[in-house]
């Protein structure tokens, strides 16, 4: 493994930001932030407000950098408004995939055998159903979601892949020396893979983490562009990106919202292969 | 009060008393593709309480799987078959609950590993390491167990303990390393401890002082100590015993002295040969001829036949018995009963 790897003089992990081929994660990560603070920023009420009213479907200007929509209301506010929303799902969604794909995947490794097996069948069934139709049926049986039920159905259908991923790094841990001598002075298999498993896992898991961000929020957008998640009223990329369906002659609506959401998710996948790389060097040069 | 069979303690070396561990007829078989692989093969023996005994053998005779069936510990997919008994305390190993065995680990039975490197986890300092031993079995509080981890590195020779026990394996020499391995094990002063080869990873110099301090801390604590080992010098200065073992058997076991005087086994005659002396002219060293067989394919009669100067057709036809030897003395071979094959090939062999 480690003869494939091109040659990095001090392998071990190492500050993103002070190697050059990282400045356009740096980058992208401001202009991220930017968004994230966004609310506060934005020049216009989101849902539309009075001062605005009776202007329509208005192409960019000055006053309106991203135009207006067919409701009076001001695309750059609602893009920026719709990135904090879509943010913050696939944030929460993320927590509850770590914590099902980590818990599993690692339960699955200690256990080993024909229960380990059968548990990763279950989960190559799971993956092998395309997790937007899974989300389409579930969301089916209710007219709208709040905030934190499509975070958390989100984050249910995620974690397949992180188990596995989980479960291999673990199988490979508890191969080793130290989880042997660990069990010989006496430590229990809870603690066992709380303390001595589990933090051989963070790096793995942070980088699955930020890759599953942006993979979340392309997820949602499609789901709300769909109309099954959220009502339509809720500002969120998607349902802006819905609000231009039809009508291509006002193109800013769609391409903002579109166009936030591709450098979204560009800046988590940059981010997430840089800190991998930071992480394992070795590892992603040989793959 | 012997309940631990005629085949151990007949020869008398043991009083009444039950001694600490009783290993009976242990029997550790791997399934593997190419066929039961009996690594551990109907292997006897006994490890009084604050004796030291040595297990020798070649790598792949089955002490390290010996070693660590005692904690039941054996990895997959190596099982301890029935009829194996090991009573350690009075408890059968074998047939306690996954919960009261955890209790006994690192606390009445405790083991030190070969490669200190591999065997403490990267990710932890070490005295988080140390103290957990002292977490994991008493009560005593997060900061109660940090000053009795700082305590112990100090007692086994690591100098400005408080600082080292905020520090990472890698942050440590080997030596270093062992001894935090031996801190481990010995914090909780338990009845037995288990060294697998505790100095072989280590620089010579390294080997003594290690040695040295396993040495004083037995002899502070009234550990018994089952030291294994392939190096017959450790031995030599660490134990009062000593079991050889060949192929997944035991086929020598004697007091140290009578096994250096007199070794009644070819295969310990060959190791006691193996071992380079100083001031004796030898134009090479001395070799066993081949290799240990594969555990999947132990030969028939006598397992070392193969490679003994002695072997007659009876070795082939017939396995031998553990005989007695002298006092404390038993070994694995036909020559106990025939002496006199011995004297003809050692002749044949000067000629």
Redesign the interface.
Known sequence: MADSAVAIPSAGVRPVGRNPRKRPVMLLALLFAVMISAPVFAPYNPMGSEEISLQRNRSPSIAHPFGTDGGDRDVLSRVLKGTQISLGIASLAVVVTLLFGTAYGTISAML??WADTLLMRAIDVALSIPRLLILLAVTAFWDSLTFPQLALLLGLTGWFDVARVTRGEATGLLQ???V?????????RI?LAV??IF??LIPILVVMATLAIGNTIALEASLMYLGAGMPLHTVSLGTTIQDGVGKIQYWWITVFPGAAIVLIVLAYNALGDALRESFAPEQVHAS | MNNTSNTNGADGSLNSVDPLLAVNSLRVYFATPEGTARAVDGVSFTVAAGETVGLVGESGCGKSVTA?SL?R?V??PGRIETGSSIRFDGKDITTLSEESL??????RL??I?Q?PM???????TVGDQVA??VR??TSASRSEAWDRAVKMLASVGIPDPAVRARQYPHELSGGMRQRV?IA??LILEPQLVIADEPTTALDVTIQAQILELLRELRDRTGLALLLITHDLGVVAEMASRVIVMYAGEVVEEAPVNALFDQAAHPYTEGLLAAVPRFGEEQDRLQTIRGTVPPPTAWPSGCRFRDRCPYAWDRCEKEAPALLQVGPAHRARCHLVQEPERRVAQTATAAL
């Open positions: 080993g055998g080793r020396d130290f042997l001598a660990t069990k010989a002075m006496g430590v229990g603690r303390r001595h933090p051989h | 660590l904690l510990l990895p997959a955890r209790q006994l680990r690192g606390n405790a083991m590993f490669e591999t065997a403490l986890n990267p990710v932890l957990e031993v994991v079995h391995m481990m094990a």
